[in-house]
C-alpha cells in the first residue's frame, strides 16, 4: 500500500475537519486561479458571440431626450405635426386611426389644451368634436370667442388611449416636450387648461376643482385652469363655475387689449 493510503475512519476525520472549516466543495488537489480563468474567458465569451453574428445590444433610446430633440428640431407647425407622426417611441400610435394635432387658427391669442382625444376626435382626427366640442363651441361664442377665428386647439396627447382611460406618467413625459414646442410655435398670448390631465402635463398638479379660475403662469404665458367639457356634460352643475371662468377669460383679454 502506498503511504498517501489512508483508512476510512481518518478520511471521514479529515473530511469532517475540512466542513467544519467552511469547505463546501472540492474542487482538486493544487487551488485555482479564478481571476486568471474570468480574465481568459471573457474574449473567449465575445469572440463565440461574433462568431455566431449575434447582435451587439445597443444603448436603451431614451423616449424623452428624443422626444426634446425632434420638437426642438422643428421649425413650423407643420414640421412639428411632421416629427409627432414619426415619432415611434409612444404605444399610442399603434391602436389610434388618427394623429390628433390641432384645430383652430394657428397664431390666434387664445390657445386651448385639452387632455386626450376620444373616439369623434380619433375618427375625425380633430380636437374636440363630438358633443365636448359642440359644448366648447357654444362657451366659446357664449364671450365672442370661436375657433374659425380667434381660438386655436390641441391635446396634451395626439393620440388616443384605448378605451378612453387616462393617459400614463410615462406617455405624458414623452409627448410634453412636443406640446411645449407647440405651443412656442403657435404663440398664443393666453393659455386655457381644460381638465386634470392637461394641467398634471403643464403644471405638473393635478385638482381641477381647486385649480379653476385661478390664473397660473405655464411655458412662460398666463393659463387659466377651466373644467373640461366632458366633466360638464357629466356634472351640469359644475356650469356655473365654468361660465365665471368664461367671463374671467373675456375680461383678461379685454384688459391686454
Request: aromatic share 6%.
Amino acid at each position: 500500500m502506498p503511504d498517501t493510503y489512508q483508512d476510512y475512519h481518518t478520511a471521514r476525520a479529515l473530511l469532517d475537519w475540512q466542513v467544519e472549516l467552511g469547505v463546501t466543495e472540492a474542487i482538486g488537489d493544487v487551488p485555482v486561479n479564478r481571476y486568471e480563468l474570468e480574465a481568459r474567458a471573457k474574449p473567449a465569451v465575445r469572440t463565440e458571440a461574433a462568431a455566431a453574428g449575434m447582435p451587439m445590444v445597443a444603448d436603451a433610446v431614451d423616449p424623452v431626450a428624443e422626444a426634446k430633440a425632434r420638437a426642438a428640431a422643428a421649425g413650423t407647425l407643420e414640421a412639428l405635426q411632421a416629427a409627432l407622426a414619426a415619432y415611434d417611441h409612444c404605444d399610442l400610435r399603434k391602436g389610434a386611426r388618427n394623429l390628433v394635432f390641432s384645430d383652430g387658427v394657428a397664431g390666434a391669442r387664445v390657445m386651448i389644451i385639452g387632455e386626450a382625444p376620444g373616439r369623434d376626435e380619433d375618427r375625425e382626427g380633430r380636437p374636440f368634436v363630438g358633443r365636448a366640442g359642440q359644448l366648447l363651441d357654444r362657451m366659446l361664442d357664449a364671450i365672442g370667442l370661436s375657433r374659425a377665428e380667434t381660438v386655436y386647439i390641441t391635446n396634451v396627447l395626439p393620440w388616443r388611449p384605448p378605451q378612453n382611460r387616462d393617459p400614463q406618467a410615462e406617455e405624458i413625459a414623452m409627448l410634453t416636450p412636443f406640446l411645449s414646442r407647440h405651443v412656442e410655435l403657435a404663440a398664443p398670448e393666453l393659455l386655457v387648461l381644460m381638465g386634470n390631465i392637461s394641467c398634471q402635463a403643464v403644471l405638473g398638479r393635478r385638482g381641477i376643482t381647486r385649480l379653476r379660475g385661478q390664473w397660473t403662469e405655464a411655458f412662460g404665458r398666463p393659463a387659466l385652469p377651466m373644467f373640461h367639457p366632458a366633466y360638464l356634460l357629466r356634472q351640469p352643475h359644475a356650469k356655473r363655475e365654468a361660465w365665471a371662468d368664461l367671463l374671467e377669460l373675456k375680461a383678461r383679454l379685454r384688459g391686454a387689449t
